[in-house]
């Protein structure tokens, strides 16, 4: 069973800057995908940001040139930089995993996915 576990998370103004970062095993970063989700109250899990094993990345229109997605495989870590935070940015954040690499906009939905981690919550401040 892999265990992904997220870190991070916290309080900030509109404008402010959080990176969150996602641990896992050895396994879970050998080459394939993972991804940034993100559930605010009373609405669907929604895909942030994805990459691929290539280094293939996507982001969802809303995140797009405020946040970044990327990978260090010597030490198992999957982080989201997330800059210029707006309220609506307002969630708990999900790192996800997948044992295969995922193509088009299905790295970013959410049925791809087979591993999660618990969350960590983000909230953005007016």
């Known amino acids: 069973q892999e265990q992904l576990v997220e870190s991070g998370g916290g309080s900030v103004h509109a404008g402010g800057s959080l990176r969150l970062s996602c641990a896992g095993s050895?396994?879970?970063?050998?080459?394939?995908?993972m991804a940034w989700f993100r559930q605010a109250p009373g609405k669907e899990r929604e895909g942030v940001a994805g990459i691929r094993g290539d280094d293939y990345t996507k982001y969802a229109d809303s995140v797009k040139g405020r946040f970044t997605i990327s990978r260090d495989n010597s030490k198992n870590i999957l982080y989201l930089q997330m800059n210029s935070l707006e309220p609506e940015d307002t969630a708990t954040y999900y790192c996800a995993a997948a044992h295969a690499p995922i193509y088009g906009p299905s790295l970013l939905l959410h049925s791809s996915y087979s591993y999660w981690g618990q969350g960590t919550q983000v909230s953005v401040s007016a």
């Open positions: 050895a396994y879970t970063f050998s080459g394939h995908s």
